[in-house]
């Protein structure tokens, strides 16, 4: 049950590079939550589009000038450890490759190599929701309910290591 919010400004992506991009951004996300993807996990996975205004965009503190992207993956904590939020992070930047191509350029920055260059202006946050804090259906909902509806625990491996996850996440919650 993820949310996917891409924030860019308005005209950076065409309505067909959209909906080409929707879909390759949940499945990045859902591979990393839920494996295997279950159309019960894609259809309660939800992906919108928040374009702002230019003339309200200011990278590094001036007026937008071109296209950037900040995509904000929401999930469960406890279905992530650092080798999965890495996975996600490499499968955003392709699904974005793949929408509007590689177009050959590429560069180091701060010690990074980053191809193409465009890539350069892609951000994507991982906020992981604290268990006990996510909620459905006018109620809240645990990482292991959430795991019941979009199949995880149809991979006992994988359902293991969220049992494990959410437990440590909960022996370490505060309240």
């Not at 459905?136 to 996850?165: H, M, P, Y």
Request: glycine letters at 10%.
């Amino acid at each position: 049950m993820p949310l996917i919010r891409i924030n860019c400004p308005e005209g950076s992506l065409t309505p067909k590079q959209k909906s080409q991009l929707a879909p390759l951004l949940i499945d990045a996300l859902m591979r990393q939550e839920v494996d295997p993807v279950t159309e019960a996990g894609k259809e309660g996975t939800l992906c919108f589009f928040n374009e702002a205004a230019t003339h309200n965009c200011f990278p590094g503190g001036k007026q937008a000038q071109g296209a950037w992207w900040v995509v904000e993956l929401f999930a469960d904590a406890g279905f992530f450890n650092q080798k999965r939020r890495d996975a996600a992070q490499l499968a955003v930047g392709k699904a974005f490759v793949t929408v509007l191509g590689d177009d050959g350029t590429s560069m180091d920055w701060g010690g990074l190599h980053v191809a193409p260059s465009y890539l350069k202006r892609l951000y994507c946050l991982m906020i992981e929701i604290p268990e006990g804090s996510w909620g459905a259906g006018g109620r809240t909902v645990s990482a292991l309910e959430i795991a019941k509806i979009a199949g995880t625990d149809q991979n006992k491996g994988r359902f293991d290591e969220l049992v494990e996850n959410t437990r440590l996440l909960k022996a370490a919650r505060v309240s």
